[in-house]
């Protein structure tokens, strides 16, 4: 078994950088069987969901304030009998949409918190409601939550980042 490969992004996410791309790459790039040791300052909660439906399992370590270590070891291959998860349904424009019923300001906070914030309101809405989220960064680790949960979301930018409209399914 070889050695993993290690990938420190914690100074990029203290610049407020999105390592996502090159986490992602990073996976692509490992050798059958081999895992990745990620260094972050927060625990990344929403890249487990993303790396397990790539066949990854996690164990996660704080190692201080700041500062988490996770490995992402590959798991034997399992017989798949589920559906697959449904795309998410993008709308050009939520012309059709009630208002929001609520709405966040996530600017100036540091991830895994706009996240976090969001999936919770989701979770507070009625069948149909919407909620409106002004992010600095595009989420892009809260798509895949998104469409696990089978919401219909609506982006935008503006000039100090990301406008979300979610509607809650039913």
Not at 96 to 109: A, M
């Amino acid at each position: 078994m070889s050695e993993p490969l290690t990938l420190d992004v914690r100074e990029e996410l203290r610049k407020g950088g999105e390592p996502f791309p090159r986490i992602l790459q990073a996976v692509a790039s490992l050798a059958p069987g081999q895992a990745l040791r990620l260094l972050a300052t927060f625990e990344p909660l929403p890249l487990y969901a993303v790396l397990g439906r790539k066949g990854f399992n996690h164990t996660a370590v704080r190692r201080g304030e700041a500062d988490w270590e996770v490995l992402f070891a590959p798991q034997a291959p399992q017989p798949r009998h589920a559906a697959p998860a449904a795309p998410i349904f993008k709308e050009p424009s939520p012309d059709g949409w009630p208002k929001p019923s609520t709405c966040l300001d996530n600017r100036g906070l540091e991830p895994p918190e706009p996240m976090i914030r969001i999936l919770d309101a989701l979770e507070h809405l009625g069948s149909g409601e919407v909620l409106e989220a002004l992010n600095e960064r595009d989420p892009v680790f809260l798509y895949p939550e998104l469409q696990a949960r089978g919401a219909a979301i609506h982006t935008e930018k503006v000039n100090d980042g990301v406008r979300l409209l979610i509607r809650r399914k039913g």
